[in-house]
């Protein structure tokens, strides 16, 4: 069974220029959650996705920060613009419907801010 | 969410029995422990969760104290390849469970 994919792995711009990840679940998973980790800490929650319904945004920097998942299946997060902070590794992750809460998190992306 | 208390770090040696404490003593009767660990430049991978009894599957075992405010990772036959960040994250298992990751503990499994 196909993990969770993301790309890039890794993705260098300067600052103020727009970037974009990308994610696709596992097949079946309708839970999507995307995290942010910054070095020397713990993921933290941007957004999840029941289907192709953000039902939980509250960490999401709305000013720069959008994502969309349109189909209910693969998904993509966007920063426009950078900005010097946002240096992280951006992790996808998803699950089935409760009770099966085990999350499976893909490889992340690694974005760096020049 | 309760918060959990972690040692930054621990070392074991390669073979032997890797205990990995984790302090909830906020826990709520509705919250599971679950822990996932962190291999360096992946993502966390679940490994095991319970609410009150002890559980062992093919990576560990979680062992809940009686009072639920403390539990215990463990990995029987630590190998090189179990070096990583332990994540013990409490939450609701009612509906769909948000993740509070912390620190963790870092594992150094040596030769």
């Known amino acids: 069974e196909a993990g969770v994919v993301q790309s890039p792995r890794y993705k260098i711009i300067e600052k103020k220029q727009p970037v974009a990840f990308w994610c696709n679940p596992i097949s079946g998973h309708n839970t999507l959650y995307w995290y942010l980790q910054n070095l020397g800490q713990g993921p933290e929650l941007l957004i999840r996705?029941?289907?192709?319904?953000?039902?939980?945004d509250s960490q999401l920097p709305k000013d720069r920060f959008s994502a969309e998942r349109l189909k209910g299946v693969d998904s993509t997060l966007k920063i426009q613009p950078a900005e010097l902070g946002d240096s992280a590794v951006y992790l996808c992750a998803s699950s089935l419907a409760p009770p099966r809460n085990e999350q499976f998190f893909g490889p992340g992306t690694r974005l760096t801010v020049l | 969410d309760a918060k959990t208390t972690q040692p930054p770090s621990m070392d074991c040696a390669e073979g032997r029995a890797a205990n990995l404490p984790c302090n909830h003593s906020?826990?709520?009767?509705?919250?599971?422990v679950y822990w996932y660990r962190q291999i360096h430049s992946q993502g966390p991978q679940y490994i095991i969760h319970?609410?009150?009894n002890n559980e062992t599957n093919e990576m560990a075992s979680l062992i809940i104290t009686e009072d639920r405010k403390s539990s215990t990772l463990i990995l029987p036959h630590a190998t090189l390849r179990d070096t990583a960040v332990y994540y013990c994250?409490?939450?609701?298992?009612?509906?769909?469970?948000?993740?509070?990751f912390g620190k963790g503990t870092m594992l150094l499994v040596s030769p």
């Open positions: 906020t826990i709520s009767g509705n919250e599971y």
């Open positions: 319970g609410l009150k």
């Open positions: 996705y029941e289907n192709e319904e953000a039902v939980d």
């Open positions: 994250i409490v939450t609701p298992n009612s509906g769909y469970s948000t993740l509070t």
